[in-house]
């Protein structure tokens, strides 16, 4: 049996060591598409990244594959039916709901980008690094409390971030078209795009939410705070520059954005924009990768993946 592994797990040595107990592995991190292509035909088995695409042409040639095992809820990435069609049997984190709503990554990752929009962290800090300022006058931020937070897809890491902020004076507003409205806090679309002074996104990418948060969105708001943390493709990246310029938003913080690559993204409009501007906040999408969460997640992964070729 051999396993092909293209996260970084190496950190992780329970997860390592189960793996190596159970087969050969090959442990690549973040390769590039046309070297998994080259491989993938000698392997049983494969744990992949989320920023490599897993295409009917790559399946096709993946003769001994016979699982794959996603270590995220992600699975846009990809081909459902191709995998079927190939008898690759697929397993992610979204199988398991009692294991995801114990993860807590995404979602306090969330609220510290909303708290570094709002005490404005990264401009006080770089103030001090870069310049050896000590002004905090030009650095006045806002209280979270009081404020008006609007969550965009109420799932895992949706509720969980309503939990988070269940111990600020907030009011929380919800919206998901999956989800029975259980309360007052679930509004319609419109209202909570204009009610919010917050507003976070935490919903999959489908053909249904790619580009949903686009001009016609941001024009109906004024001077609220953005944050994105599900996948950089529901927002459409020239709509939020327009946006940001006009002050529809008064700042934003993405932990994703569109076309992400291993090889960086240096050239990406919203990049170029944030190195010019102080009101857009970029991260390399960390928000599922906190230690604590990926040693859970892994050795998830890693059994799902024995279990099913033990059956």
């Known amino acids: 049996m051999k396993i092909l592994v293209t996260v970084p797990i190496k950190e992780f040595p329970i997860a390592c060591k189960l793996l190596e107990n159970f087969a050969d592995i090959t442990y690549l991190e973040y390769p590039s598409y046309d070297k998994v292509k080259e491989i993938i035909n000698n392997y049983d088995c494969y744990i992949p990244n989320a920023r490599t695409n897993i295409d009917e042409n790559l399946l096709k040639v993946a003769t001994k594959l016979k699982v794959i095992s996603m270590p995220s809820m992600g699975i846009n990435h990809i081909d459902v039916e191709a995998c079927k069609k190939y008898n690759v049997r697929l397993h992610c984190l979204a199988d398991d ?9 995404t979602s306090e990752y969330t609220l510290g980008l909303i708290l570094s929009l709002l005490k404005k962290y990264p401009s006080s800090s770089n103030s001090v690094l870069k310049n050896g300022n000590w002004q905090a006058t030009e650095f006045r931020g806002y209280d979270l409390q009081g404020k008006t937070i609007g969550i965009i ?6 509720s969980q971030l309503g939990k988070l902020l269940s111990s600020f004076n907030v009011k929380v507003l919800k919206n998901d078209p999956y989800i029975d409205q ?8 419109d209202t909570l795009i204009k009610q919010s002074d ?3 996104m935490h919903v999959p990418l489908t053909d249904e939410t790619k580009g949903m948060i686009n001009i016609n969105v941001f024009n109906k708001m004024k001077n609220k705070y953005f944050i994105n943390a599900s996948r950089g493709e529901v927002v459409n990246d020239n709509d939020l520059i327009e946006a940001l310029e006009n002050k529809n938003v008064k700042a934003a913080a993405l932990d994703v954005i569109s076309n992400e690559t291993p090889n960086g993204v240096d050239n990406h409009i919203l990049v170029k924009y944030a190195r010019k501007n102080s009101n857009l906040l970029i991260t390399p999408h960390c928000g599922g990768s906190s230690k604590d969460g990926l040693k859970q997640i892994f050795k998830y992964s890693v059994n799902k993946l024995i279990n099913s070729l033990n059956k």
């Open 153 to 158: 897809g109420h799932g895992n890491v949706g």
């Open 198 to 200: 917050i507003i976070t």
């Open 97 to 105: 709901k009692e294991f995801i709503k114990n993860i807590y990554s």
């Open 182 to 189: 259980l309360d007052d806090t679930y509004v319609d679309f």
